[in-house]
């Protein structure tokens, strides 16, 4: 609550696609107790959850990944004016001086920099009060394995993603790729083999059918000689789990999941088996072992 206001988030999910919908902030005037009402609202892209509060601001965690920032000074014309995307879900939200505190599924505890940013409500909204589209934004992550430095190896695969590109619409995005003047669309991830060492960039542009945004970044690739000879061989992997619930009720729908490794050049994935278990207990102790056999 802040003064004679109560903030409600809320929203409903599709058991089926797993998409989130109906979700929305709502400020209700608790002035009088005896006369509640709802002073304004604001629909939140993704899953609204948890919220904190400075400043006339509230930060909201988003289960679909990300904060939203929305300007409550009006009471009845809350406004988004920023958005952060995370690489899992957020679930929880803490807000201390400068920064956030995010529970993220994905990145563990994520701290973002508040930097202030503020952005006119006259660029949200147009003259006739409705909603104008605000442009996606665009960001690059680059994975693979460097042998020496920032250097990439030759013909091995590096990784693009654009998994933490983001609309504050929530709208569908489209991408475009530009590596070695060779163009990819729609691939939001992917894999590519550089022939020659040398210095690449790598653009990405996103759409969201009206505006775009486009992100830079560059990859370094050298040919290094490997230390060591890759030959046949297999082995077993054994992760053991152990989960506690300290809770007076039921837990369900835990999900366990291996990451598959990958060798170097020339590409070839490890066969085995990833395990997926979903387990219902009550309050207790319970040990999860998931074996592997590997064979390279």
């Known amino acids: 609550m802040l003064g004679n206001y109560a903030y409600i988030s809320s929203f409903k999910q599709d058991r089926e696609t797993e998409k989130y919908n109906e979700s929305i902030l709502q400020i209700v005037d608790i002035g009088e107790l005896s006369d509640l009402k709802i002073s304004g609202s604001c629909d939140i892209p993704g899953g609204a959850w948890e919220m904190d509060s400075i400043g006339g601001f509230i930060y909201i965690s988003s289960l679909s990944g990300g ?3 929305v300007d409550v000074t009006d009471s009845g014309r809350p406004v988004i004016v920023d958005s952060l995307k995370t690489s899992g879900t957020s679930y929880d939200i803490t807000i201390k001086g400068n920064y956030g505190y995010i529970a993220d599924g994905f990145e563990g505890l994520a701290i973002v920099e508040l930097s202030g940013r503020a952005i006119e409500k006259e660029k949200l909204y147009t003259g006739n009060d409705q909603d104008i589209n605000l442009p996606p934004e665009a960001f690059i992550e680059v994975m693979g394995d460097k042998l020496s430095g920032d250097y990439f ?3 091995n695969p590096v990784y693009f993603s654009a998994g933490k590109t983001f609309d504050p619409d929530g709208d569908d995005l489209s991408y475009s790729w530009i590596i070695d003047n060779n163009q990819y669309l729609n691939k939001e991830s992917f894999s590519y083999y550089f022939d020659k060492q040398g210095e690449y960039e ?12 486009e992100a830079t970044s560059t990859v370094q690739v050298a040919e290094i000689d490997l230390p060591v000879h890759a030959i046949q061989h297999d082995f077993t992997v054994e992760i053991e789990y152990t989960l506690i619930n300290n ?5 369900k729908d835990i999900k366990c999941f291996m990451r598959i490794p990958q060798t170097f050049s020339p590409l070839k994935y490890f066969r085995c088996v990833k395990k997926f278990v979903i387990l219902l207990f009550c309050a207790g102790k319970i040990i999860i072992k998931i074996v592997n056999h590997i064979i390279v």
């Open 202 to 213: 790598v653009i990405l542009v996103v759409s969201d059918g009206e505006d775009s945004s």
């Open 67 to 69: 904060i939203y920032i």
């Open 247 to 251: 809770g007076p009720g039921s837990l």
């Open 153 to 155: 190896q030759i013909k």
